[in-house]
C-alpha cells in the first residue's frame, strides 16, 4: 500500500481520505465544492486513482469529483482473505457510496471499472444521473456478452496472455512481481503516450505492488476471467428502464490492445441508442494518460451539455 502522504514529485498533490466501510481501510479523493454534483472516477487493471490526475484538475473547479482505490489498488488496504472477483468491488462501491451519502452520481469508468460501475448501478440505478465509459465496457445484461467477451480475447494479446499463463502456472509469479514489471504490463494493454514516461510516473503506478500480498488486487483481477470467477450484475426490469434514461458518453481510444472498440462498444449502443460516441485516433487502452486534455474536455463539456 502507498503511504496516504505520497504525492510522487507533487504529481498527485491530493489531500488523502479513507473509509472502512467496506470492511477495509479504503482510499479516495474528494476534491471540489461539497455541494457541487458528483462525479465518482473507477479506474481498472493495474491503476489506480493516479490515472485521473488531470481529471481531477479540470472538473474539480466545478463537481465534487471523488476518486476511490480499488480493494488492492493504490492507497486502499490489500487485505488477505478476501476474494477479489468483480463482485466483491461491486459490493465494494456500494458500501463505499452509501458511506458517504452520495447521488445524483455521474460515473467515469475506465476499464475493469466498466463492469464495477455497472455492477453499482444494476443495484443502485437511482444513484446515477450519467453514465460516462472511457475505454471501459459497460455490460449490462445484453444477451451477447460472453460471445463479446470470447471475441475480443482471441485478439487481446493482455487476455491472450492471462489465459496461457494460468494454463502453464506462470500467472501469478509474472503478476506477484507486478511493481517490477509495471511498464510491460501497461505497454502490453495499449500504453501510447511514451513521452509521459518518467521515473516518477514508473514509481507511481509501480508502488502499490511492492509485495506479492499486495498484487492479490491486481491478480484477482485476471485471473477471474479464465477461470470463471467474474459475476456480471444482470439488471432487474426497473434498474435497466431507469440506466437507460440517464444522459451517456462514450470516449474510446482506437489504439486499445485489450478492448477492441469493434467488441465493446456495441455493448454501450445496446443500451444508449442515440448517446454520443467519441473515438480516438492514436489514443490507446490507457486514454487518460494518451490524451488527457482532449479526454478532460470532451468528458467537462458533456457534463455542461446534459
Same mark, same amino acid.
Given at each position: +500500500?502507498?503511504?496516504?502522504?505520497?504525492?510522487?514529485?507533487?504529481?498527485?498533490?491530493?489531500?488523502?481520505?479513507?473509509?472502512?466501510?467496506?470492511?477495509?481501510? +479504503?482510499?479516495?479523493?474528494?476534491?471540489?465544492?461539497?455541494?457541487?454534483?458528483?462525479?465518482?472516477?473507477?479506474?481498472?487493471?493495474?491503476?489506480?486513482?493516479?490515472?485521473?490526475?488531470?481529471?481531477?484538475?479540470?472538473?474539480?473547479?466545478?463537481?465534487?469529483?471523488?476518486?476511490?482505490?480499488? +480493494?488492492?489498488?493504490?492507497?486502499?488496504?490489500?487485505?488477505?482473505?478476501?476474494?477479489?472477483?468483480?463482485?466483491?468491488?461491486?459490493?465494494?462501491?456500494?458500501?463505499?457510496?452509501?458511506?458517504?451519502?452520495?447521488?445524483?452520481?455521474?460515473?467515469? +469508468?475506465h476499464d475493469f471499472g466498466g463492469p464495477v460501475g455497472m455492477g453499482f448501478a444494476a443495484r443502485q440505478p437511482d444513484r446515477i444521473r450519467r453514465?460516462?465509459?472511457?475505454?471501459?465496457?459497460?455490460?449490462?445484461?445484453?444477451?451477447?456478452?460472453?460471445?463479446?467477451?470470447?471475441?475480443?480475447?482471441?485478439?487481446?494479446?493482455?487476455?491472450?496472455?492471462?489465459?496461457?499463463?494460468?494454463?502453464?502456472?506462470?500467472? #501469478?509469479?509474472?503478476?506477484?512481481?507486478?511493481?517490477?514489471?509495471?511498464?510491460?504490463?501497461?505497454?502490453?494493454?495499449?500504453?501510447?503516450?511514451?513521452?509521459?514516461?518518467?521515473?516518477?510516473?514508473?514509481?507511481?503506478?509501480?508502488?502499490?505492488?511492492?509485495?506479492?500480498?499486495?498484487?492479490?488486487?491486481?491478480?484477482?483481477?485476471?485471473?477471474?476471467?479464465?477461470?470463471?470467477?467474474? /459475476?456480471? #450484475?444482470?439488471?432487474?426490469?426497473?434498474?435497466?428502464?431507469?440506466? /437507460?434514461? /440517464?444522459?451517456?458518453?462514450?470516449?474510446?481510444?482506437?489504439?486499445d490492445k485489450t478492448l477492441h472498440a469493434e467488441h465493446f462498444l456495441p455493448l454501450f449502443s445496446a443500451i444508449f441508442p442515440s448517446a454520443p460516441?467519441? /473515438?480516438?485516433?492514436?489514443?490507446?487502452?490507457?486514454?487518460?494518460?494518451?490524451?488527457? #486534455?482532449?479526454?478532460?474536455?470532451?468528458?467537462?463539456?458533456?457534463?455542461?451539455?446534459?
Open positions: +500500500m502507498i503511504p496516504s502522504d505520497a504525492t510522487f514529485a507533487g504529481t498527485f498533490p491530493l489531500t488523502p481520505h479513507f473509509t472502512d466501510a467496506p470492511g477495509f481501510r +479504503m482510499h479516495y479523493v474528494d476534491e471540489g465544492p461539497r455541494d457541487g454534483e458528483i462525479i465518482l472516477c473507477l479506474h481498472g487493471e493495474p491503476t489506480w486513482g493516479y490515472l485521473f490526475r488531470h481529471l481531477i484538475s479540470t472538473l474539480s473547479r466545478t463537481h465534487r469529483v471523488v476518486v476511490p482505490d480499488h +480493494m488492492g489498488f493504490g492507497k486502499s488496504e490489500t487485505p488477505t482473505g478476501r476474494s477479489y472477483w468483480l463482485q466483491d468491488h461491486v459490493a465494494n462501491l456500494e458500501a463505499f457510496v452509501a458511506a458517504l451519502g452520495l447521488t445524483g452520481i455521474t460515473l467515469v +469508468m453514465i460516462i465509459s472511457a475505454n471501459g465496457p459497460t455490460p449490462f445484461g445484453q444477451p451477447d456478452l460472453f460471445d463479446r467477451l470470447t471475441a475480443n480475447a482471441a485478439v487481446s494479446p493482455w487476455f491472450q496472455w492471462i489465459a496461457k499463463a494460468e494454463d502453464d502456472g506462470t500467472l #501469478e509469479p509474472v503478476l506477484n512481481n507486478l511493481g517490477f514489471n509495471i511498464l510491460s504490463t501497461l505497454k502490453l494493454n495499449g500504453f501510447e503516450n511514451n513521452a509521459v514516461i518518467n521515473d516518477t510516473w514508473i514509481d507511481a503506478y509501480g508502488a502499490p505492488f511492492a509485495t506479492a500480498t499486495e498484487c492479490l488486487g491486481a491478480l484477482g483481477w485476471a485471473k477471474g476471467f479464465p477461470t470463471g470467477a467474474h /459475476r456480471f #450484475e444482470t439488471p432487474d426490469p426497473a434498474a435497466d428502464r431507469t440506466i /437507460r434514461s /440517464r444522459p451517456a458518453l462514450a470516449i474510446w481510444g482506437e489504439a460516441i467519441e /473515438r480516438l485516433q492514436g489514443v490507446g487502452h490507457y486514454c487518460f494518460e494518451d490524451a488527457p #486534455e482532449t479526454v478532460s474536455g470532451l468528458i467537462a463539456d458533456f457534463l455542461r451539455r446534459t
